[in-house]
C-alpha cells in the first residue's frame, strides 16, 4: 500500500512516518556497520599484521589485552564488516529496484567510479581497503539479485562452506603440525614456520612491519603503485566471505527485514535463533586460543578459518536487532537520527576513519605506529567515531550529501552533481 492510494489525510500522515522510520532505521544500520569496523581497523593502522588476529604477536600483554582481544573476537572482528557488506548488497537491490532510464549501466558507473576511488584509498592510506572487493563484487550483484530468496540464502551458505572447505584443507596442516607439537610428537615442520612467523611474535616480521611504516607518503605510493600482485590477491581472497555477506544483504532487504516490514518480536527471535549459538561457538574459540597461550597455528585457524559461518550468522543477528531497535523503541529518537546521519554519509566516514588513523599512525603524521599498547589504540579508535557522530548531522543540514558520496555519484554520471542543499 503506498500513501497515494490512502484516503485520509490522517492515514497519509500515518504511512509517512512509518516510512520515515524504516528509512532511518535502515539509516541507522548502516551508520553502526561503519563506526562498527572501527575497532579493528584500527588495529590494523596501529600494530605490525599479526597482532590483528593475535595480542600476543605485539601490544597485548597482560589481562587486560587478552579481555579486549575475546571481547572483539566475539563482538566485532569480521561481524561489522559482514554488515557492512550486508548494508551493501542492500543499497546495490534497492538502487536497481529504483529503475531510471538505464538502470544496469547508471549501477555499472557507480561502480566504475567506486573502484577508482578504492584504488586511491587503497594506495594512499589502507592496506585492508574492503571498496575493491565490493566493487568487484557489485558488478555480479545485479545478475543475482532477483534469484528466489531460497536460492540468494542457498547461495551464502555455499559460499561460506566452499571458503570453510578451501581454506579447511589448507589449515589440515596447520592442526596437525600443532598437534604433534603439543602431544610431543614428531612432525615435518616444512611450510609450518612460515605461518608461525606470519601469526605469532617473530622478531624479524615484526621489525619489518615497524620499518615498513616509517616510510614517507611519497614512498608508501610507489611501494603500493607497484604491488598489484598482493592487491590482487587481497581482493580474490576477500570475494567468497564478501559475497556471502552481500546475499544475505539482499536476501534480508527483499524478505523486508531490512525494509522495516517486520515485526519487533521476529526480529529478535531471529537475533536470538543466529546470535547466541554463534557467540557459544566463537567463545569456544577464544578459549582454545586463550588455554594454548594465543599459539599462532590455533590463533590463526580459529580467525581465518573456523569462525566465518558464526561471523555471518552473527551480522545477519546484528541486522535484526538493530532494525529492532531503531525501528521500535528507538524510532524517532535523536540517537537514530544521528546514527541515521553517519549512514548517510557511509563511504564519507570509512575514507575519514582511514585518514585520521594514516594521520595517527603514518610517519608522515604523528607516527605512532607501533607505540601503543592494543588498550590505548582502542581508545584512539574512539575519534573518529565520535567525529562520525558529531560532523554527520551537522553537516547534512547544509549538504545533500558527504563529500565522498558526491565525488562518487559525480564520477559516475561524468558531471559535478549538485552538492549544498537549497537555501
Known sequence: MTISRLRSPEERAVAGSMIRHRIAALDALRGVAVAGIVPMNVIAY???AAAYINPRAYGGEGPLATVLWALSFLLIEDKFRTLFAMMFGAGVTILIERGGAHPWR???????????????????????????TYAVIGCL?????????????AGAAALIAGQLAVSGYVAWGWLRYWHALATGLTFDMSGMADVERRFGADPQVIAASIAQWQESLPERIARRANDW???????????????????????????????????QRRLLRLAAWLGL????????????SIVTGFNAIVTAFNALVLSAPFDLLLGVAYAALAMAMFGGPLAGRASTRRWAAVGR?????????SLVFAALFAAWGVGLFGMVSRGQALALGLIPVALMLVV?????????????EWLWRSLAALRPLPFRLPR
Open 392 to 404: 554527520s548531522p551537522l553537516w547534512l543540514r547544509h549538504f545533500r550529501q558527504g563529500p565522498a
Open 46 to 48: 596501529a600494530m605490525p
Open 106 to 132: 547508471a549501477h555499472y558507473a557507480r561502480m566504475a567510479a567506486l573502484f577508482v576511488i578504492a584504488m586511491a584509498h587503497a594506495v594512499l592510506l589502507a592496506n585492508n581497503d574492503v571498496l575493491r
Open 229 to 263: 600482485p598482493v592487491q590482487f590477491a587481497s581482493i580474490v581472497a576477500q570475494i567468497p566471505s564478501t559475497l556471502a555477506a552481500m546475499l544475505a544483504g539482499v536476501a534480508a532487504w527483499r524478505s523486508g527485514l531490512l525494509a522495516g516490514e517486520w515485526p
Open 141 to 153: 550483484l545485479p545478475l543475482l539479485i532477483r534469484l528466489p530468496l531460497r536460492l540468494l540464502l
Open 345 to 353: 554519509m557511509a563511504l564519507t566516514n570509512y575514507l575519514g576513519t
Open 277 to 288: 549459538p554463534s557467540l557459544v561457538a566463537l567463545a569456544a574459540m577464544a578459549a582454545w
